[in-house]
């Protein structure tokens, strides 16, 4: 104990913040063309430059009034721009809209970056004539107004994450002051895993931001009081078997050791897989996350024994545990429901399996990608301010797509780029001796599928001038490579999540069929929690669409974090089974489990939700769809269709291990008696 307190000491005090990357090509996914358009850009005049949009409006025509205030606001925003010196404002065709562009330092840090911007809106507003209005958007106000979701998440997050566990820690073990201990570690577990982060972007060069933080919190404290909740009720087995607390808590630990470090195991490993995705977010989910479930893991195993035995059994007051004492839970509720389904094991798995296929219906018709203005769920001023434009001006001006090419062949470039079918127009920008960039206006609507396409063909024509090295950029490209890389990432990591997880469940279980069966589960699972998220989402919450990165992100936690509840019981119906049989062995693995891990699986669905708290949709489809999930594995599919499965299986659910054969005749007919109660 005071190692470890040394230890998260240590981490606490020197582990600082996190590093935040300002390569501008840094969220773009690894080896894009948009990204290497990013790059190029930093050698370009303007490549230091981000841009705030100052949008002016006003329903019917700007009045010569509203012209002269944003020509005085042009003189003083200029103070504040890059060079000192704020380009004419452009007016739309329609005369109601006109916009000042206000270039910043893009190095600025994000504190006064957020300042700035605060300063632009509040002297745009404060010269603005009645009945016109105004919004700051680009490149500054998106960036300005996302911090300002994460302003104070941290806290906030953690804050709802440490009550939602405290709450259910105190109905799970119903005394004053137990849950204390086991929030307490778990507590400072996620707070060591933070720093260990922190450590690691100064040192590695790993980048992160504030939701991959929120998501590696969720993580720890969902998974860190998983394994507490199961070492627990182990330990309580234990206290009702031995007097000595001691001997009680060494015990807990051998039995349930297996079990917590193949979970874990599972986990940290399939977040592993994420490195190789071309996603940057993805690859620092991974890694962060993965830190987080080691660490969740050594306190529960190496912190958490030592806390608890540390205040004895008047811990568990009023419901303290004496040795002698018969275990309540061989007869309680779960032993009634694994009786009820091991006496109808073929109806029960057809019920389960047609309740997962109905749910599972729901992601008929899915859309994914989320275009920039469709990420919160808040409309946000820059939000506001781009679909100002967007209905002013022609459709793909307000975000144009970038060329960059060698300077000697920008005319053979333009040419080609205005050529091209769907290209409304395109024009030279910027250069230096070496570099050219132009400006394409598309004609499709951004972010739909005849905007990818239109992408898709410009750069197959300026990769076709000879010479010229042309690449293509910008926004819209830049979502079309995330969504190809989703694509590709899905593709390529599912099959190594699948393939860790069967990987482990042949180590622990060391059964073919089991390990196949366990992961059809939680395949059909996910499917079902995606369906009914999906149906929510269109139905009651109104998103446009699905989050590129969600399905990968949500069939990552789900398998891996669901696989779990299915380790925990079959490692404890294989230890049951090798003194009385494999259908008597579930039904005593039911009985005994059931209830510590339902309060673990309520415990990681309530955390996974609190992600709804920040106003982001990308989060809310993420918790929503693995909280709703983890609920499905813990109150179905372990409760019911796995218990079924065994039963129906039997011995061949070991196959090609004999567990449960080999027991003596008197073992065998003590089976059969518990089986027939």
């Known amino acids: 104990m005071a190692l470890a307190l040394t230890l998260s000491g240590l981490a606490l005090a020197f582990g600082g913040a996190s590093t935040v990357s300002t390569d501008p090509a840094g969220a773009l996914p690894r080896g894009s063309e948009s990204a290497a358009v990013a790059r190029l850009q930093q050698d370009l005049p303007s490549g230091e430059v981000l841009p705030a949009l100052v949008v002016y409006s006003r329903e019917g025509v700007l009045t010569g009034e509203d012209r002269a205030a944003i020509a005085a606001d042009a003189e003083r925003l200029a103070e504040r721009a890059v060079g000192g010196r704020v380009p004419p404002p452009v007016v739309s065709p329609g005369g109601d809209v006109a916009m000042l562009t206000v270039p910043l330092p893009g190095t600025l840090p994000n504190a006064e970056l957020t300042e700035t911007v605060a300063e632009i809106r509040a002297e745009a507003r404060a010269g603005l004539p009645s009945g016109a209005r105004v919004e700051v958007t680009g490149g500054a106000g998106f960036k300005v107004d996302l911090s300002a979701v994460f302003a104070g998440a941290d806290i906030t997050l953690l804050a709802v994450t440490a009550s939602v566990v405290a709450l259910l820690l105190l109905l799970t073990y119903r005394s004053p002051w137990l849950w204390l201990v086991p929030l307490t570690v778990v507590g400072v577990a996620d707070q060591v895993a933070a720093k260990t982060v922190a450590l690691l972007t100064r040192v590695t060069g790993l980048t992160v931001d504030d939701s991959t933080l929120g998501i590696t919190s969720v993580l720890v404290f969902g998974a860190g009081t998983n394994y507490a909740l199961l070492l627990i009720a182990r330990y309580r087995e234990q206290l009702r078997v ?69 205040f004895g059994r008047g811990l568990f007051w009023p419901f303290a545990p004496k040795a002698g004492q018969a275990d309540p839970t061989r007869t309680g509720l779960w032993r009634r429901v694994g009786t009820g389904v091991s006496h109808r094991p073929v109806t029960m798995t057809l019920l389960s399996l047609g309740a997962l296929a109905v749910l599972a219906l729901g992601a008929w018709g899915v859309q994914s990608g989320l275009s920039q203005t469709e990420q919160f769920r808040e409309r946000v001023e820059a939000i506001a301010g781009q679909e100002t434009l967007s209905r002013a001006f022609p459709v793909g001006s307000a975000q144009p797509v970038t060329v960059i090419a060698r300077g000697a062949a920008l005319d053979q470039v333009l040419q080609a780029a205005r050529g091209t079918p769907g290209v409304t127009a395109a024009a030279p920008g910027e250069r230096t001796p070496d570099l050219a960039g132009i400006s394409v206006v598309l004609k499709a609507e951004p972010g739909s599928e005849a905007s990818f396409a239109t992408v898709e063909k410009l750069r197959e024509a300026v990769h076709a001038v000879p010479g010229a090295q042309a690449l293509v950029g910008g926004q ?42 366990l992961v059809l589960t939680v395949i059909v699972s996910f499917a079902a929690s995606f369906g009914a998220g999906w149906f929510a989402f269109r139905t009651f919450l109104g998103f446009p669409a699905m989050d590129l990165g969600v399905p990968l992100l949500g069939f990552l936690f789900l398998v891996a974090l669901g696989v779990d509840y299915n380790i925990f019981l079959t490692h404890r119906a294989r230890e049951e089974a090798a003194r009385q049989g494999t259908r008597a062995g579930i ?91």
Not at 636 to 654: C, D, K, M, N, Q
């Open 242 to 310: 031995h007097d000595d607390r001691h001997r009680a808590m060494s015990g807990a630990v051998r039995s349930a050791a297996p079990a917590i470090l193949a979970s874990s195991a599972t986990v940290a490993l399939a977040l592993c897989t994420l490195l190789f995705a071309l996603s940057p977010s993805s690859r620092a989910i991974g890694v962060a996350g993965a830190i987080g479930i080691v660490v969740a893991v050594a306190y529960a195993l190496l912190v958490l024994p030592a806390a608890m035995v540390l």
């Open 476 to 517: 819209e490209a830049a979502d079309l490579d995330e969504r190809q890389a989703a694509t590709r990432d899905q593709l390529v990591i599912i099959p190594l999540v699948l393939a860790v997880v069967m990987l482990v469940l042949l180590l622990l279980l060391r059964s073919v069929v089991a390990a196949l069966t």
């Open 587 to 677: 039904l005593t693995a039911l009985a005994v489990t059931g209830g510590v891990i339902t309060s673990a699986g309520i415990v990681l669905a309530a955390v996974f939700a609190v992600l709804g708290v920040l106003p982001l949709i990308t989060l809310t489809q993420l918790g929503v769809i693995v909280g709703f999930g983890v609920l499905l594995d813990t109150l179905l599919v372990r409760s019911v269709l796995v218990p079924a499965l065994i039963t129906l299986l039997g011995e061949r659910f070991w196959w090609p291990s004999r567990v449960g054969t080999a027991r003596r005749p008197e073992e065998r007919k003590g089976a059969l008696v518990d089986r027939r109660t």
